[in-house]
């Protein structure tokens, strides 16, 4: 039990740290705590959204940044996906332990710094993160807030749609991840908002690589399992992992960022598809 703890508490202390080596900034990778604790802890590198491009202005009308209020300004901090003019799907991993008062949804962005009129920023009314949630595992990692008055609908900002419950995606498939996640050394959030193609790997090979119950079948894994350097970041949690219009993942978590041999891990919405309609 001592040794656990101990090893508890240095992950709680990394957290916190980037370690410079080599003239290269190294992290925490973004993992469940049975992960780390059963395999140890591993720096890698933080250089990411990684490999993708900016988007056109409403190329993805579905996605909203999740903003916390603050003294001197609103600030990013987590991606979702417009579900009604009243409710936002994204990750409880991003809502855990805040309060509906402390953050706003902003839908119809594009450039983060840059108001051109086509933003709408909304009052969340509730969090309801799904009651399975486990925060050291991230399993079940999906919440739906529930907004304080309606997006207008139209022009750039769209719903998505939902996938028919329980149905899954062939390994290799390409889909699409967005967000204004880290894009480089530093972890400074990208501007305008981008996105990735990456393909859909089986959880046979996702387990492979994360550890069998690590990887659960409510989770689906995507990205360049040979060669790394495509997949979504920090700052991109909770928003939507799509194909088509239809938004078949949640941002979730993944060995550092487009880390070779490591896809990353989303929450496979098909799963949810209950909860999601019983908010």
Known sequence: MASVVT???????????AVAV???????????????????????PESKIVGGDPVNKGDVPW???LQRVGSFGNSHFCGGSILDADTILTAAHCTDGETPSRIVVVAGDHILSTE?????VIE??????NPDYNSRTFENDVCVLKLSSSINLGGNVQAVNLPAPMSDVDAGVMVSVS?????????????VLRSVDV???SDDDCRGAYGANDVTDSMICAGDLDNGGVDSCQGDSGGPLYMGSTVIGIVSLG?????????????????FIDFINSV
């Open 7 to 17: 090893m508890k508490v240095l992950i709680a202390t990394l957290v916190s740290l």
């Open 22 to 44: 080599s003239g290269e900034n190294y992290v925490i990778p973004r993992l469940p705590l049975s992960f780390m604790l059963r395999r140890g802890v591993s720096l890698v």
């Open 63 to 65: 996605q909203v940044s």
């Open 116 to 120: 051109d009129g086509d933003e709408q």
């Open 124 to 129: 969340v009314a509730s969090i309801n993160e």
């Open 179 to 191: 967000g204004w996640g880290t894009t480089s050394s530093g972890g400074s959030l990208s501007d």
């Open 199 to 201: 393909p859909v790997v």
């Open 255 to 271: 060995y550092g960022c487009a880390f070779a041999g490591y896809p990353g891990v989303y929450t496979q919405v098909s799963y």
